[in-house]
Structure formats: structure tokens, C-alpha cells
């Protein structure tokens, strides 16, 4: 063990005590030389007090005192000493040798405290090093302890590690010939899994499910030994369904059903990995009665069982199933390729699903075309009849008149329908809700839809509450709702049928029924016909296949539900919706009235629209009216008419060539001269943004075209009084 014992140093005193030594030996040295020694000019002496320094090693006190001295020096020779005692030449001489004198001296003292502060420092590392050096030494020794009982462990190791080379050399034999068989077991890996890959392939492009499946589950019986049968089961519900069944010989042990068509089955071990969606095994089934296993593998006397979830979306909806002829050990290997078959068989349905629906799709989108095509032309030949009618001079002119009225309405109807389709699915349709009574709201609906009940020689049964019914709802949308399922009646019920309409009240809600002797529904349609586009009886059944869906949709956004009915095709179809009620009646409150025309005096009226044919119609109408017409086909037209006449009402297209119409009513509004004008858009664009903007343009109303000429005189109003202000 290492051990230095070092000299010690002592330290240096304080800066005070360093401070009040060198003014003590300033007072007294230089009391002595100035005073006691006058006429004695012996040098040295200043330098003496000086080597103080080397014991405090004050540096700054140390030169402070030579400043002081050569100071004192200065006042004894020219001051002091007595004239006479030297010569100038002796006085100058001592004088420099005194001060040279104190300055080597304090030099020289400034480098013993320099040479000790450095010597200070190297002991202080030289310490250092000496206690770290001990403490290696007491850390080698230490290590060299651990190091002998280390190489004793060393040699009981090298003793044992002798021993496992000799068994390792053996295992080493029995690897190299394992290694042989794995690589023959790649090689016939790679092969099945391009087959595969081929096979699946091949599943996917077949465009059936059952033939897909049937290829898959026969290829699981080529990648497995001593299986019994691969069955690929489907849960729909509670139910499990055998979707496709393989087995060595081709021929189930048990009937199954028909080909590619599924039968519901028992099996529940199947039922517990769906239940807990992973793979699991059997290694010997009769481990576990309580697991029976469905009948083909009972009557196949399988002893043992893989199972892998087959997930469509991410969620286990069916299973792929291996049944052993013999109990059977399931191998790590095993598993991940029945779970590889399982996911394959996923993809597989997933993208044959998928094609069925981007082809449904089509179907329906082509078969809507061609509906919404055939229901555009059977208005249109009417009115072409009635047209040549009335440019022959017939006297059946009145009955041509109501029959292109009849079918206008049609037409609008069929115009209305597709827009409010579009805002459901896009989720922009609004409603306005007020306090209104039922009985009234379904009062106009019948009355807006007799006449297609009347045209199919229907009979309608009304049957009607006691008293007012109210509810939360927007009028004309609930009587759209109403209107729709009049007709839906009428169109799908045989001529000379009956429909019967139902209004009452049920546990706190209102219940509309509307029932019908025609077509009826299969338990498959009764959720179906409430889809888009969607015809029960097939294209040419009537329709555009909408009508029921805006139904759905404007009684849901009214918080209540629709649900259709039916025995059976031919046994008719109920429609019922409930509604909720409205907790407090109202006090004096009135039925809704329909708007009714407004009777009115001649205004002076400019029509604004750049389709020539709709202008001079709307013209000739307000004319019949006893109203004065100006008409222009453009907003640069329309603004030069107005300097002229100014008009009491404008009629005024959006969609015009140049300035639209809502930059034109913009211009009037803020004309000094036509600021008063009652402005009315009618256009084409009928969306409630559309309505926004007309009434930030500054239109008072909004009517979407094709507008009835009631309505359109309805808006007029009395012409306005001009401004006294």
C-alpha cells in the first residue's frame, strides 16, 4: 500500500492582517529613518521591512510599502538631511542607490511570493495525486482479490464448456441435417405459396363468393396433411352460416344445401373463436364435449380442430376452419398459415363485395336515368297535344288548357322532387317549424292530391280526430310528407282501388296512417323502399323512386320515425308516421291557412328574364290581370326603362346575361328613383343560400320558377305610395 507523507504549508494571513502589518512597519521604519537616523544614509535599510512580504505574499501591500518608502527617501534627502552633510553629487547617488535598492528588493520579494505560490500549488497536486494514488492502490488490491476468485470460476467454466463442445459438436451433426430438410421445406413452401397466389387470384376474378371460396377452401386441403374437411363458415346475426365446405374425396359426409347456396349451422367452438375473434385449436375435440363441432365434422369423425376469424372491416365476421382426421399437435407454423388463409379469404370477400356494390350502383343509376327520362316525356306529349289543340282553334281548348296545367304541375312535382334529394343527401335541407294543427296540415295534402286519386279512380277513406291535433312542424314540408305518400298510394295501388288515411293521437304522440289496396311489399322491401332511387316494382313502376326517401328524411328532421307495412305482394301496404306532440296546446291558436291569391289593382309591372318565351307568357298574364307591362331581356335594358317609367313592382330574373339579377336589384335599390320598388326574384335557383342572397340584393321576395301565375299575382301586392319624405 502507497503512503506519502508530504510537508505542510501554512498559510498566508489575511488581507486585513497583511494591510495592518505593512502600516505598522511603514509608521515605525519610517519614524525611525526619518527621525531617529537623520544624517544616516545607509540604503539597505528601506528594503528590510520589505521581505514581510514573503510571509503574507501580499502583493499590493508589498508595493504600497516601496511606493511609501522611496516616498519618505524623497522628503529625508531633499528635505531632512542637512545642507552640507552631501555634496549634490552624493545626494543624487544615494538617492538613486536607495531606490533602486527598494525596488530590486521588492522585485525580488515579488518572486519569492510567485516561486512559493507555485510551489504552494504543485505540493497541493503532488497531493492530489498522492491520495488518488492511494486509493488505486486499495482499489488494485481489491481487484486483484475479485481477479483469483474469478480465475478459479474461469476454470471450472473451461472444464464445463470442454463438455459442451462435445455435445455441441454432436448437435451441430443434427442441425446440418435439419438444415437440409428445412431447405427442401422452403423450397416446397415458395412453390404452394405462388400456387396460392395464383389461386387466389384466380378467386378473386371468378365474380362469385361460393366459387371463390370453394377454390380457397380446396387449396387449404393441399397445404395441410390428414385433414378431413376446410369449411368456411358467415354469422349474419345469431346465426352461423356454411358458406363453402371441401373435402378430400369432393363429396360432404353430410347433405349441405344446394351449390353456392349457405345453410345455418351448429358448431361451438366456431361460435367461442368468433366470440373472443382469435385463432384457437383443438388438438383432441373430445378434451371438450361442450364444444360440439358442426355435423359434417362429427359424421367425418374429426379428432381435432383450427380455427382463424375471417374480418371484414377490421371485425370478425366469419371463420376459416381446419378439421383433423387425427388428434393432431398444431404447430406455430400451422397457425400463422391458417390465419394467412383466413385473411386471404377476407380480402377476397371484401373486394368481390365492393364490386357488387361500384355494379348495384350503376344498375340503379342507369335505371334512374331511364326512369327520370320516361317520367319527363309522359308530361311532355300531353302538352304537345294540347298545344296542337289550341293552335287549331278547337273548342276543346278549355280541357287542352287544364290538361297542360295538370301536367305542368306534374312536371314541377318531379322538379321539386329531385332538388329536395339532392339537399337531403347533402344534408341541407331546413326546415321552419311552427306550432301548426295536424288535421289541417293533412286537410291541404288530400286536397292537392285528389286529383290523381280521382284520375285513378280511387276511393279515399278519411278518417279524422276528434279535434286539433297539434304538433311542431313545418307546414309545407309536412304537407309535401303527406301529399308523397297520397300519391305513392295512387300510383302503386290498381285503378278502381282503395286507400285509406288514418289521423289520430297514440300514447302521447301523433300517428298518420295511410294504407292502400295495391302491389304491397315483401319482408325484403319493407326497410329497401325507403332508399334513394329505389322502385319495388322494377323500372316503369311509376316514379322517380324518391318520393319515399324525402318522406323518411322530413319526418326524421321533425324528430319522428316512418315505418311501411305488409302482409305480402298483392295484400296492399300501410305507411305510418309518428310524430311528436306538442306539450301545450296553444291558446287561440288557428289551423294554418294556404296562402290565398291577393286581389289587386292595376300596378305598373317590369318583367325582367332573358328567356324571351317566359317573358311575354308572364306578360300577357299580368296584362289579362289589368296590369301595366314593360319587359327586358337584360339588366342594360331593364336600368334605361326605369329612367323612363319607374315601375311600382319588378319581376327579375338571377340568371341574365351581363349584370346578374342580384347586381341589378343592388342598382335599383340604391337609385334614389327606385328605391321603393317591390322587387321579386324569379329564378331557378331555389336553395336557401339562393334565398340569402336575394335578400341581402335586396329582393322582398323569392319565387322559383316554374312559379304559379297565382302565386306571381299573389306578390304583386297593392301598388306602393311614393315617399313623402
Known amino acids: 500500500m ?34 531617529a537616523f537623520e544624517t544616516t544614509v545607509f540604503p539597505l535599510t528601506y528594503a528590510i ?29 531633499f528635505w ?32 519569492i511570493i510567485r516561486l512559493r505560490e507555485r510551489l504552494e500549488i504543485a505540493l497541493d497536486h503532488v497531493k492530489a495525486q498522492a491520495v488518488e494514488l492511494q486509493a488505486q492502490g486499495e482499489e488494485l488490491a481489491q481487484q486483484n482479490e475479485e481477479l483469483a476468485e474469478q480465475a478459479e470460476e474461469l476454470s471450472r467454466q473451461s472444464d464445463e464448456l470442454a463438455q459442451q463442445g462435445e455435445e455441441l459438436a454432436t448437435q451441430n451433426e443434427e442441425l446440418t441435417s435439419q438444415a437440409e430438410e428445412i431447405g427442401g421445406l422452403n423450397l416446397e413452401l415458395e412453390r404452394r405459396e405462388a400456387l396460392l ?30 385433414l378431413a374437411a376446410v369449411a368456411v363458415f358467415e354469422q349474419s346475426g345469431k346465426a352461423l352460416w356454411l358458406r363453402s365446405l371441401a373435402t378430400p374425396g369432393g363429396e360432404p359426409p353430410i347433405q349441405c344445401g344446394a351449390p353456392g347456396e349457405p345453410v345455418i349451422v351448429s358448431d361451438g367452438f366456431v361460435d367461442l373463436v368468433l366470440y373472443e375473434q382469435r385463432t384457437a385449436c383443438l388438438n383432441d375435440v373430445a378434451l371438450r364435449p361442450d364444444l360440439a363441432l358442426a355435423p359434417f365434422a362429427t359424421a367425418s369423425s374429426c379428432q381435432a380442430v383450427l380455427c382463424a376469424p375471417v374480418r371484414l372491416g377490421g371485425e370478425a365476421h366469419g371463420a376459416f376452419c381446419l378439421y383433423s382426421k387425427r388428434i393432431r399437435e398444431w404447430t406455430e407454423a400451422d397457425f400463422r398459415l391458417a390465419d394467412w388463409l383466413a385473411a386471404q379469404c377476407g380480402r377476397v370477400l371484401e373486394t368481390l363485395r365492393v364490386q357488387s356494390a361500384l355494379r348495384e350502383a350503376d344498375q340503379r343509376k342507369s335505371e334512374f336515368l331511364a326512369t327520370l327520362s320516361h317520367e319527363l316525356r309522359n308530361p311532355l306529349a300531353p302538352i304537345g297535344f294540347a298545344l296542337k289543340l289550341i293552335e287549331a282553334g278547337s273548342p ?16 314541377v312535382r318531379l322538379v321539386d322532387d329531385l332538388l329536395d334529394a339532392t339537399r337531403l343527401s347533402s344534408n341541407k335541407i331546413q326546415i321552419r317549424p311552427t306550432r301548426a294543427d295536424l288535421v289541417s296540415i293533412v286537410e291541404h295534402a288530400v286536397e292537392s292530391s285528389m286529383p290523381d286519386i280521382e284520375a285513378a279512380r280511387h276511393a279515399l277513406d278519411v278518417t279524422w280526430p276528434a279535434g286539433p291535433i297539434w304538433v311542431e312542424a313545418d307546414t309545407d314540408r309536412m304537407v309535401q310528407v303527406v301529399s308523397n305518400l297520397l300519391n305513392n298510394a295512387s300510383r302503386y295501388t290498381p285503378p278502381g282501388g282503395r286507400i285509406g288515411l288514418a289521423l289520430e293521437e297514440a300514447d302521447g304522440q301523433a300517428v298518420l296512417s295511410v294504407t292502400d289496396t295495391g302491389m304491397g311489399l315483401d319482408a325484403a322491401d319493407l326497410e329497401r323502399v325507403f332508399d334513394m332511387f329505389t322502385q319495388v316494382g322494377g323500372p316503369g313502376s311509376g316514379g322517380l323512386g324518391i318520393g319515399l326517401a324525402i318522406v323518411r328524411g322530413i319526418v326524421e328532421l321533425h324528430g319522428g320515425c316512418v315505418e311501411a307495412r305488409s302482409e305480402g305482394l298483392g295484400r296492399g301496404t300501410e305507411f305510418r308516421v309518428v310524430l311528436p306532440l306538442v306539450t301545450h296546446q296553444p291558446e287561440n291558436a288557428e289551423a294554418v291557412p ?17 328567356n324571351r318565351d317566359s317573358a311575354e307568357m308572364m306578360s300577357r298574364v299580368l296584362e289579362l290581370h289589368g296590369h301595366r307591362v314593360q319587359m327586358a331581356h337584360d339588366a342594360e335594358t331593364a336600368l334605361s326603362l326605369v329612367v323612363e317609367t319607374v315601375p311600382d313592382v319588378a319581376l327579375l330574373d338571377i340568371g341574365l346575361p351581363g349584370l346578374d339579377g342580384y347586381e341589378l336589384a343592388r342598382r335599383l335599390r340604391d337609385d334614389e328613383r327606385t328605391r321603393h320598388v317591390r322587387l321579386v326574384a324569379v329564378t331557378g335557383w331555389g336553395a336557401e343560400c339562393d334565398r340569402t342572397r336575394a335578400r341581402e340584393a335586396g329582393f322582398d321576395a323569392h319565387l322559383t320558377k316554374p312559379a304559379e301565375p297565382d302565386v306571381v299575382l299573389s306578390t304583386l301586392g297593392p301598388p306602393p305610395r311614393p315617399s313623402t319624405a
Not at 5 to 27: Q, T
Not at 59 to 77: D, E, N, P, S, Y
Open 197 to 226: 397466389e395464383t389461386l387466389f387470384e384466380t378467386a378473386r376474378a371468378s365474380g362469385t363468393e361460393h366459387t371463390a371460396l370453394e377454390q380457397m377452401a380446396a387449396a387449404a386441403l393441399g397445404l395441410f396433411d390428414g
Open 80 to 111: 531632512i538631511v542637512p545642507a552640507g552633510v552631501l555634496s549634490p553629487a552624493e545626494s543624487w547617488a544615494n538617492y538613486g542607490a536607495t531606490c533602486s535598492n527598494v525596488i530590486v528588493a521588492a522585485t525580488a520579494v515579488h518572486l
Open 49 to 77: 521591512p520589505l521581505l514581510i512580504g514573503v510571509w503574507t505574499r501580499d502583493r499590493l501591500v508589498l508595493w504600497g510599502m516601496a511606493a511609501v518608502f522611496i516616498a519618505f527617501h524623497t522628503v529625508k534627502i
Open 396 to 411: 276543346d281548348r278549355t280541357a287542352a288548357v287544364q290538361v297542360m296545367r295538370r301536367q305542368l304541375r306534374q312536371l
Open 2 to 35: 502507497l503512503n506519502l507523507d508530504l510537508p505542510r504549508i501554512a498559510a498566508p494571513p489575511s488581507r486585513a492582517v497583511s494591510v495592518a502589518l505593512g502600516a505598522l512597519l511603514v509608521v515605525v521604519w519610517g519614524a525611525l529613518r526619518l527621525f
Open 594 to 610: 294556404m296562402p290565398e291569391p291577393a286581389a289587386h289593382d292595376g300596378c305598373r309591372v317590369l318583367v325582367v328574364d332573358d
